[in-house]
């Protein structure tokens, strides 16, 4: 039986950095990547909660208009698209869905299933379409993701995600690192079944 892969989007399929040149021009910063050590970006961006939702609204679906993947994302996935179910789950509120499929069509990348949860809680969608591994950037979905719901997850390591991980979230540098971690996952699975 396939195997149904779960991939969140923002930091895990399009590059980390996609946000930094935004804010830096938007809000007259002067950030680095290397800055962001926490997934909550209101107070390197010096906005209120109120602040950050509204300079979201408005730049959102710019950001993601034009996102860029992350590197070797595209030839490790479009390479799984024939091994595996792939679903894509994010955090990205529901209104951004046709700017997000819009984006998956020009970066001509197939997917099973493509849904905006609106919330950094994942389990729920998790659970519902049965996925078997999780593709994350952000450190606390990626613990709470592999120990509520029993199933591996893939931790690409960022800045904002250094915390220790429990010894099911494999932390990982980029895409080649990540399909070589799927591997031995998958292996592992398949003999101690």
């Known amino acids: 039986m396939r195997k149904r892969f779960g991939i969140d989007i923002d930091g895990t399929l399009t590059c980390p950095t996609t946000f930094v040149p935004f804010i830096n021009k938007t809000l007259n910063k002067n950030i680095t990547f290397d800055d962001i050590t926490q997934y909550d970006l209101t107070p390197l961006m010096g906005l209120d909660e109120e602040g950050f939702w509204k300079w979201m609204d408005e730049m959102e679906p710019i950001i ?22 792939l679903f894509f789950i994010s955090a990205r509120r529901n209104h951004l869905y046709e700017v997000t499929n819009n984006w998956f069509s020009k970066q001509e990348i197939n997917y099973d299933h493509l849904e905006l949860i609106g919330t950094h809680n994942k389990i729920a969608a998790v659970k519902k379409h049965g996925i078997d591994l999780f593709f994350e950037d952000k450190h606390d979905n990626a613990c709470d993701i592999s120990e509520e719901c029993g199933i591996p997850v893939i931790l690409f390591d960022t800045p904002y995600n250094r915390e220790p991980v429990p010894s099911n979230v494999y932390r990982v540098s980029d895409w080649l690192e990540a399909d070589h971690k799927v591997q031995s996952i998958l292996e592992n699975m398949s003999v101690t079944r």
């Open 64 to 85: 993601y208009k034009d996102a860029p993947l992350a590197k070797g994302a595209k030839g490790i996935v479009q390479k799984w698209k024939n091994q595996f179910d």
